[in-house]
């Protein structure tokens, strides 16, 4: 869901530089031949990504929740040469389109595709992290920020998207995702160890700074 109105989002799309031919045809694609297609980050939010990878310039990346690779090749901009960034999902019908669009893009020698349970893959890798995206089931969202966070580098950024999950988590409704948001928003924002600030940017995006 968007908080912006679709007119100034539009004028901002129009200001900001362009999708490249690519990521075009990747968002083109899956509104054509998937049936969730809203869980692709899009223009906006894919362009923030790699605004963020950029000034980051991250060594080693995680993604946590792939689907078509959209996002996975915004944030591989900003990765240092030789960078890795390291994409889990359980979906093995998508992460076979995504790794076709990866293989296309000049970052195929940089992501490592996994495919499995985010909770199952996280403590077996070995890196740690300058840049974390969490962006897969909200019910383990309070999972994956645990799992994660010793795995963060001082100073590494965690991004958490969909917080605001339709404007619900300032509502009372009781469903297992939205209630998990809310615990998650409260965790994050009483967190000594880290500098937040939740973004009302499209569904809500959460950046997170390890002290
Ligand atoms: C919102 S989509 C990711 C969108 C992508 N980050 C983008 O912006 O284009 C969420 C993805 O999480 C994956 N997922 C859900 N539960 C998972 C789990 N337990 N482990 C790994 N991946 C999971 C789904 O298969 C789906 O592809």
Redo the contacts with the bound molecule.
């Keep these: 869901m968007d908080f912006i109105s679709k007119e100034i989002i539009d004028y901002c799309l129009n200001m900001s530089s362009a999708e490249s031919d690519l990521l075009n045809k990747i968002n083109r694609q899956t509104h054509l031949n998937t049936t969730q297609p809203r869980?692709?980050?899009?223009h906006l939010?894919?362009n923030f990504l790699s605004i963020l990878s950029k000034l980051k310039q991250p060594v080693n990346a995680l993604?946590?929740?792939?689907?078509?690779?959209?996002?996975?090749l915004c944030i591989a901009e900003g990765l240092t040469q030789n960078g890795s960034l390291y994409c889990?999902?359980?979906?093995e019908e998508?992460n076979l389109i995504a790794q076709n669009y990866f293989n296309e893009s000049k970052f195929k020698n940089n992501i490592k595709l996994l495919q499995?349970?985010?909770?199952d893959?996280i403590p077996t890798l070995k890196p740690n992290f300058d840049l974390v995206?969490i962006?897969?089931?909200k019910k383990?969202y309070i999972n994956y920020y645990n799992a994660v966070f010793d795995k963060v580098n001082k100073g590494g950024l965690i991004i958490i998207?969909?917080v605001l999950w339709s404007g619900k988590v300032i509502t009372n409704a009781k469903d297992e995702e939205t209630q998990t948001l809310q615990q998650l928003n409260l965790l994050i924002s009483k967190d000594n160890r880290v500098k937040s600030q939740l973004l009302p940017l499209r569904d809500g995006l959460f950046l997170i700074v390890k002290n």
Excluded: K, R
């Design positions: 869980m692709l980050s899009g939010q894919g993604e946590i929740g792939v689907f078509t690779g959209y996002s996975a889990i999902d359980n979906n998508t499995g349970n985010a909770l893959i995206f962006d897969a089931d383990n998207d969909n």
